[in-house]
């Protein structure tokens, strides 16, 4: 009863006073950090609304069709862009990495979690993305923060397109450096802050594939404008690897520039299948990170069912270029037939197609409307996006068969004439 009584206490968080008839009245409840707690109502809403749509349980692998609520549906939402989640080759190579290395490292990288496993991967990145050394991270989210902040000091700045990926964001508050943010691809804008701040040590961080617009960072003009005001450039290629390029090594070799980008941040849970990140550069720079990026340094190091399936989808990404093929022209199907419908897919330039909708709560009613009707989408709301700018986010996998795409072009037709995103003819 005690215990109770304590816990009580100290839920309502109240001032004791002296007895009631001293006439001092008791205070108010002092404020709690967990009151926003109770004041965030925007979930229970949209649950009772019946269109609150994450964190839904799927009871199958990310195929083509995957099961959830108990029925099948066509997956237009994952990030397995290659297929390669369950391919034979990436599982057994988890399954023998796990025999013979344990579960865990047990430790990071820096005292006692580093495996051959992790050496050879590293090798295999720094030759693909044709830099001099690469660094293995837990996830490519702590890879953005340790290299960001690892770099960025007092009196520098990092200067970010306002549609960079929330980790970069995370990654110059990290730092101890100036943040400097400019409009979405507009390189004037860019010009502008690089004019302000010449004369400092400036980063220039910019994702490669916008996550939810799908459109492409104009690398040849970020990395000119780099040149001349004497800037750093890192380009987070999530997005990328394994999509873009002629060897599928991402924005940079798609647009010729590799030699003029410093750091290339890559992810391991899209194309290449599992999880983890890395960061290529010059080998300096790279060894100075594995001493000063705290995200490495105290966090347990990749386990090595990951790092093996990294190395197997990177072998069947350079071997396998058909997939890329087969990847590209399902895109070019799904993101041509939403546009005959009369969809508006935005500046798309890669697999992700996005479906503008625009205010919030219709593109919530819209998602749920596509979900029942057998479709796997994610509903992209402010601020994920601008105020007035939600979107359905799609993008295809190279496993993607037409009957998906004409099954999901069909649903896609019937809830938007429902909602009068198309016409009626």
Known sequence: MKNNNLASGLTKNLVESTESDSGIKPMRPRPSIFDRVGDYQRVE?????DIYPYFKALESAQEPEVRCDGRDMVMLSSNNYLGLTSHPKVVEAAIKATREYGTGCAGSRFLNGTLALHEELE????????????????TGFQANLGGIAGLVSKGD???????????????CRLSYGQTRKYNHNDMEDLHRLLTENQGRPMLIVVDGVFSMEGDLAPLPEITRLADEFGAAVMVDDAHGIGVLGKNGAGTAQHFGVEDKVDIIMGTYSKSMATIGGCLAGDADTMDYLKHHARPLIFSASLPAANTASALAALDI????????????ANADYLRNGLIDLGFDTLNTESTVVPVFVGDDMQALQFWRKLFDGGLFVTPVIHPGVAKDAALIRTSVMASHRPEHLDK??????????????INNS
């Open 408 to 421: 999901a072009l069909d649903i896609f037709a019937s809830v938007g004439r429902e909602f009068g995103l």
């Open 157 to 171: 700045v990092v200067i970010i397109d306002r549609s960079n990926h929330a980790c970069i964001y995370d990654g």
């Open 317 to 328: 990404i350079e071997n396998e270029p058909e997939r890329r093929e087969r990847l590209w």
């Open 123 to 138: 090798a295999r990145l720094a030759k693909f993305f044709s830099k001099q050394a690469a660094i293995v991270f837990p």
């Open 45 to 49: 809403e949209l649950r009772a609304a």
